[in-house]
């Protein structure tokens, strides 16, 4: 089956921890992408990547950092300095800008971060 | 700069009755305009799509939106609500020139059906 897949489903962190959420996919896209998302909001975006090797910072990237070494994996790292991490956090990929045209966008089933 | 503005926060629909749910954007070039369902504690599927062809574009689960640019609108309807139709639905936006590719969503419009 083609997809996404993030893991872990539920994730609880310490403060002052690290934390890695998994993302990925076997769509061969090249696009990849996190959200952010918390009660009561629509999706923020916090990474993007359209290539492998190369990402650009959305409209939350602070506290967070993601690498994309391979195509089909974009794990985002939540760091200490991220001030309120508890959220649903939700991957997505597409097929990239080479299309000419918006993409469609496939999510991942998500994973929800908890600071104890 | 893109935004889309979803209407309500909640509707509550009764089993079998039409579903209407209101989204307008704001882009400056033409726009991309996307609904996606989200059922709780699960990632979001795509309902249906607008990338300038058709204006009234059909989607899954019977499921229809209309582009109406005069407007700047892009509303959900359904002719007949089922039960498991309830789940949170979001309007989005994406404007192909910015180079970004992403999207921008709505807060979101939780639907209830009630039996």
């Known amino acids: 089956d083609g997809g996404i897949t993030q893991s872990p489903k539920y994730l609880f962190r310490k403060e002052g921890q690290n934390v890695t959420l998994s993302c990925e996919q076997n769509l061969n896209h090249d696009a990849m992408y996190w959200y952010r998302q918390d009660p009561g909001q629509g999706l923020r975006l916090i990474y993007y990547s359209q290539i492998v090797n190369d990402f650009q910072k959305g409209d939350i990237a602070e506290g967070y950092s993601v690498s994309r070494e391979k195509k089909e994996s974009f794990p985002l790292t939540v760091t200490s300095a991220q001030k309120n991490p508890t959220a649903f956090y939700l991957c997505?990929?597409?097929?990239?800008?080479?299309?000419?045209?918006?993409?469609?966008?496939?999510f991942g089933p998500g994973t929800r971060l908890t600071v104890l | 700069a893109q935004s889309v503005t979803q209407l309500d926060s909640h509707v509550s629909v009764s089993e079998g009755t039409p579903v209407l749910l209101r989204c307008n954007y704001s882009s400056s070039y033409s726009p991309s305009l996307f609904w996606y369902v989200q059922h709780p504690n699960k990632g979001l599927q795509l309902l249906l799509k607008?990338?300038?062809?058709?204006?009234l574009v059909k989607g899954i689960n019977g499921f229809e939106a209309e582009f109406k640019k005069s407007e700047t609108s892009f509303h959900l309807t359904k002719p007949s609500a089922h039960m498991s139709d309830a789940a949170e639905y979001f309007c989005?936006?994406?404007?192909?020139?910015?180079?970004?590719?992403?999207?921008?969503f709505g807060s979101g419009t939780r639907l209830q059906v009630q039996p």
């Open positions: 607008y990338t300038s062809a058709a204006t």
């Open positions: 997505a990929s597409s097929i990239g800008y080479t299309t000419g045209a918006a993409d469609t966008q496939y």
């Open positions: 989005v936006v994406s404007d192909d020139y910015t180079g970004r590719r992403a999207l921008t």
